[in-house]
């Protein structure tokens, strides 16, 4: 072999040395998978139970969304009205009544029903709540024989409220209860308007009813209040004109303040300004219980007064009676100055005999 050929081939070696090298300094470790984590263990949560005696808006903030059926059971209407809405012994059925009677009777109560305030029940719940109630099947529950004194009263304001509505048939119905419990001329009379509810004489229904609810305890309910109370419940109701209608029949007998009163209510209605009319509504009710208050205070007063006057004067005589007279002073002043006089000559006299006999 040649000098040439030996370089070459040395040469050759150094190369493919040099390139076993190169790959094992390239070649890529295989990798390596890091150790699976556990998966993370899910920590149950406490479901919130809402308490009894809840609103049901709490509840509806627990996650669930109360149907109709489930707010009446949660409110408290189930304990006046009864479970299945058919009425007691002190409160009325609610089937057949309407979604608008059932939410003015909720916010704005007449009679002896508590208000359901947007706090213990808020409008969207009080909407299913009247809706529920409207769709209750069966219509009106059967009038009984025998109404108390408080269920008559309501049956009272619940015609008026109906006849406001124009829900003529739903008067009747509680027309019809008031007839089981009324007597004497109240019962003719309600037997009028019930035949005037017949004749589609509604107004005129309407009136006999409203004096009838007057006269049932004049104590606590005189016609004016009688209509300023509808009126508050009409305006929360959110029934303009009957709120109206009720404001002008108490102007009729209304006079000096409450007069006065009335008409900036009216103003305050004409013009939009529904809560100043609320709030002076409620002034006015309150100006007419602290009226009476004050009207038998005053009596209670004057009563003392008079007694009071008629013991001093009753002193006064004792004591004229007991003083002397003034003519027996004046004679007795007499009698002793006479006397002090007739001294007074019988010591003169004395002193001349004196001188005479010096003499």
């Known amino acids: 072999m040649s000098l040439r050929g030996v370089t070459a081939s040395i040469i050759g070696l150094g190369l493919i040395a040099m390139a076993c090298q190169v790959d094992e300094q390239t070649t890529i470790a295989p990798a390596v998978e890091p150790p699976a984590q556990p998966a993370p263990t899910a920590v149950p949560q406490p479901t919130k139970v809402p308490d009894r005696g809840q609103t049901s808006a709490q509840i509806s903030d627990a996650g669930h969304q109360l149907d109709g059926r489930e707010i009446y059971a949660t409110v408290g209407c189930a304990a006046c009205h009864g479970d ?179 008409e900036q209510i009216l103003e305050d209605l004409t013009y939009g300004e529904l809560h100043e009319a609320d709030e002076k509504l409620v002034l006015l009710l309150g100006q007419d219980t602290a009226s009476d208050q004050h009207d038998e205070a005053t009596g209670l007063d004057d009563a003392h007064d008079a007694d009071e006057a008629e013991g001093a004067h009753g002193e006064a005589d004792a004591h004229e009676a007991d003083a002397p007279d003034e003519a027996e002073i004046h004679d007795e002043a007499d009698a002793h100055d006479e006397a002090e006089e007739a001294d007074e000559h019988e010591a003169d006299a004395h002193e001349t005999k004196d001188e005479a006999t010096k003499e």
């Open 84 to 262: 299945d809405a058919q009425g007691t012994d002190i409160a009325p059925a609610l089937t057949g009544h309407s979604v608008a009677q059932v939410k003015r009777q909720a916010r704005a109560p007449i009679g002896i029903m508590p208000v359901f305030s947007p706090d213990i029940i808020s409008n969207e719940e009080l909407q299913r709540l009247a809706e529920y109630i409207a769709e209750l099947g069966g219509g009106h529950a059967h009038v009984r024989s025998g109404v108390s004194g408080d269920e008559l009263i309501m049956h009272h304001w619940m015609a008026i409220i109906a006849l406001e509505s124009g829900e003529a048939q739903e008067a009747a119905h509680h027309v019809d209860h008031i007839l089981q419990g009324a007597e004497g001329q109240h019962l003719r009379m309600m037997e009028k308007s019930r035949a005037l509810l017949s004749e589609g004489e509604v107004h005129e229904a309407a009136h006999i009813i409203e004096q009838m609810l007057a006269g049932l305890d004049e104590a606590e309910v005189d016609q004016s209040t009688m209509h300023l109370r509808l009126a508050l419940s009409s305006l929360r109701g959110e029934d303009l004109p009957s709120t109206i209608h009720h404001v002008e029949h108490f102007m009729e007998s209304a006079a000096g303040d409450h007069h006065e009163s009335a």
